[in-house]
């Protein structure tokens, strides 16, 4: 048995390994790099303009999706919540300068903002049956029901 080096013919029992690059993804075909790159070799380049690119318009399957069902809210739902009438806002009005009270101090006398009663006189606010509750007793005159602006006692 031979010892140290090996004797006779030494083969080579394997094949050679090519590496290869490996193909560019989609994203890398598309980057500015890659597109320029193609122009100056001359490959065919394909540019495709979106239709809603640029802009702020939703596609036309989300839009028809949503077109129904505002159409259903409009239905079955009322256009616009209720505001102050104008009895009961010249009623707020009468009973507070009647008062001498100013918005703020009508408001600080119900425990609300100033920005609730100044709504509310301008007829803006959804009336809520509290707010006119506590309206009614500071003022001392009605504001619900069939007598608006009749004293608080009468009925």
Do not use: C, F
């Not at 290869?20 to 303009?49: C, I, Y």
């Amino acid at each position: 048995m031979p010892t140290g080096r090996l004797s006779g013919n030494i083969t080579q029992d394997w094949e050679p390994v090519v590496l290869r690059r490996t193909r560019p993804k989609g994203a890398d075909l598309k980057s500015t790099k890659a597109v320029n790159q193609a122009l100056r070799t001359g490959a065919p380049v394909e540019t495709v303009r979106k239709a809603t690119a640029g802009t702020n318009k939703k596609s036309s399957s989300v839009a028809a999706a949503v077109a129904p069902a505002r159409k259903l809210d409009e239905t079955t739902e009322p256009a616009g919540l209720e505001r102050v009438g104008t009895e009961v806002r010249a009623a707020i009005q009468k009973a507070r300068v009647a008062k001498g009270w100013s918005q703020a101090e009508l408001a600080k006398r119900i425990n609300e903002r100033a920005q609730v009663v100044q709504e509310y006189e301008s007829g803006k606010a959804v009336p809520v049956q509290a707010v006119l509750a506590k309206m009614e007793r500071a003022l001392e005159v009605k504001l619900r029901g069939k007598a608006v602006g009749a004293p608080a006692g009468a009925k």
